[in-house]
């Protein structure tokens, strides 16, 4: 085992680990919240918990390997275990894109004004979310069923390289989805399909953003309400994390779309899955930073001192009103 091999994949397990960290505290915050905190439940709660939950397996379909090749564990999943690894990793990734794009939507329908066209799918959006979930599920298994004739498992394969995702269920059926127009075709509209919805609704979100802020500055006032300041970040956050996931995207595709045209580098799949892993790990601490329910570091320390500190003597108080 090369020392290089070895520092690349305790790389790739720390990103792992935290991108893990980050969603499994968001899920238990959405969970906690729809159970005994319903006061606090926000209409986007939904959405954010279906987006890490796909971020979180993602990211174990990558962890799984790293740690069979650090243990030195030789591939005991067979055939039919690389398939069905390789086969809930693509279709996660493909939710993930899906998730993001009604996320996207669903916002820019949220905050649109009520004078716009959109204003009467505000009561509607919250019902089409479960529908479009269903719908994304039943679409993406079926579109990936062709896996299960691709995919083989690699026992044989003794590269000393530290393409791990090679030697252990990796992308041996890649270049059979090359050769498969069809389905290429299919898996290149989606993409291009839902990242153009994705732009627009991020495009309209600006706009809306932009046209609130001219308002607020000629009415000199804080009539606008907490509610609206609210949105405001939320709507914030969402376009950041839209900017992450198209950035992340077109330069994971920029580097798949090369092995087209030059032979397939080592070094350039190991980039392809560190950027691959990337958005799962970021997009959980972004969604942290930015919600207030999320108990920080800061305000923990002062409620923990609070509780510490004596009780003020009421003798003090008795004149202050």
């Given at each position: 085992m090369l020392v290089r091999d070895v520092v690349l994949a305790t790389f790739s397990l720390l990103q792992t680990w935290v991108g893990l960290l980050g969603n499994l505290t968001l899920f238990t915050l959405y969970i906690c919240i729809f159970i005994s905190r319903p006061q606090q439940r926000k209409s986007t709660d939904l959405i954010l918990t279906h987006l890490t939950i796909?971020?979180?397996v993602t990211l174990l379909t990558q962890g799984v390997p790293v740690l069979m090749f650090l243990y030195g564990t030789e591939n005991r999943l067979g055939?039919?275990?690389c398939q069905i690894f390789v086969y809930i990793r693509r279709v996660t990734r493909g939710l993930t894109i899906c998730t993001m794009c009604l996320l996207s939507m669903y916002q820019a329908v949220?905050?649109?004004?009520?004078t716009s066209r959109w204003?009467?799918?505000k009561y509607r959006a919250p019902e089409s979310i479960l529908p479009s979930f269903l719908f994304f599920w039943i679409v993406h298994l079926f579109m990936y069923a062709n896996l299960w004739t691709t995919t083989a498992a690699s026992e044989n394969i003794t590269l000393?390289?530290?393409k791990y995702n090679i030697k252990y269920c990796p992308s041996v059926f890649w270049m059979s989805f090359l050769t498969d127009t069809a389905f290429?075709?299919?898996?290149t509209f989606r993409d291009i399909f839902f990242v153009f919805l994705m732009t627009c609704a991020s495009g309209y979100m600006v706009i809306v953003l932009h046209q609130h802020h001219k308002q607020v500055q000629h009415i000199h006032s804080t009539s606008h309400s907490p509610r609206s300041s609210a949105e405001t970040r939320a709507t914030q956050t969402i376009l950041l994390l839209v900017i992450c996931f198209v950035s992340i995207y077109w330069i994971t595709s920029s580097i798949t779309l090369s092995f087209n045209f030059v032979a397939e580098d080592f070094q350039l799949n190991e980039t392809l899955a560190y950027l691959s892993a990337c958005y799962p790990?970021?997009?959980?601490?972004?969604l942290i930073s930015s919600?207030?329910?999320v108990p920080k570091p800061p305000s923990f320390f002062k409620k923990v001192r609070g509780l510490s500190a004596p009780p003020a003597n009421n003798n003090t108080n008795c004149g202050i009103h």
């Open positions: 796909t971020n979180s055939e039919v275990g949220t905050i649109s004004p009520s204003a009467r799918l000393s390289v530290s290429l075709s299919v898996i790990s970021l997009c959980p601490w972004v919600d207030p329910r």
